[in-house]
């Protein structure tokens, strides 16, 4: 559901409706009754010696607002951790393409064995990449980008080593500058360039509440709809008993959804 049709939901709210909102692959409810409004979540500024479930400061409009990153409050590593994971990982595989390129151009010169797979599902990165899910779809677009020229660079070693057996090593060597030039090139460029894209893969929303007449604004990945449904349908289970900052769950037409108790969710 749009943010800004839920956010018009919200003006005309009543007593029974809440908020389904997304939290590390679980949803979650919270109470409308609270809520002014959901925004894209601004960049925070870092608190001294808070919480680590605090994020920071945030600014919307006139109002300095603290934001709690939701995932470390339920016991969740936080996107911007995975986030970072993910870049270094990234990085990672960058330098070991660079490296399986330098090894082939070396072996070629000093007329060794090339041992390093030719295969592009078989290297760290081609794993991960034949393995990798997202919903997001202008993630997905740009890792369909890395899919060309990394066949090709792994596809160049057999045809590398017969250049060389049928016109010597110079024309061997220069088959693998060329690659160096454009297919590793794009792929550095495209790994370099993973930070953004993983930043807008992992834009988080902000619910900006107000309770006890203080403004604090809450993360979730993504919001889903509103949902009606009565204080006496809230369960008890396992997993809220676990948890106090669930109140339980409901069951709404086969869905489990987890009921957040906002007032233990921000107060510290």
Request: net charge negative; charged share 25%; glycine share 2%.
């Amino acid at each position: 559901m749009k943010v800004d049709l839920i956010n018009k939901q919200i003006e005309e709210t009543d007593l029974n409706q809440y908020l389904v909102i997304q939290i590390a692959d679980n949803s979650y409810a919270l109470s409308i009754l609270p809520i002014k409004e959901i925004v894209i979540a601004p960049d925070a500024t870092p608190m001294p010696n808070s919480p680590e479930f605090v994020r920071g400061l945030i600014k919307l409009r006139q109002n300095i607002i603290t934001l709690i990153d939701s995932r470390k409050r339920l016991g969740f590593r936080s996107l911007l951790e995975l986030g970072k994971d993910l870049f270094l990982m990234l990085q990672e595989r960058k330098q070991d393409h660079i490296n399986w390129l330098q090894t082939l151009y070396l072996s070629v010169e000093k007329d060794e064995d090339f041992n390093l797979t030719t295969d592009p599902h078989a290297c760290a990165f081609g794993r991960w990449y034949d393995n990798y899910k997202t919903d997001n779809y202008g993630f997905e677009v740009y890792l369909r980008q890395f899919d060309a020229p990394h066949k090709r660079i792994h596809a160049i070693a057999k045809r590398v080593l017969k250049e060389k057996e049928l016109n010597g090593k110079n024309a061997a060597l220069k088959i693998i500058e060329q690659v160096k030039n454009t297919d590793l090139k794009a792929m550095i460029d495209l790994f370099d360039s993973s930070e953004q894209a993983i930043k807008e893969a992992h834009r988080e929303l902000a619910i900006i509440l107000l309770h006890d007449n203080s403004i604090v604004a809450i993360t979730a990945d993504n919001v889903s709809n509103i949902v009606n449904f009565e204080k006496d349908q809230i369960q008890q289970s396992e997993l809220s008993q676990k948890n106090r900052f669930l109140k339980g769950s409901v069951n709404i037409n086969g869905e489990i959804i987890l009921v957040i108790d906002i007032d233990k969710f921000v107060n510290y």
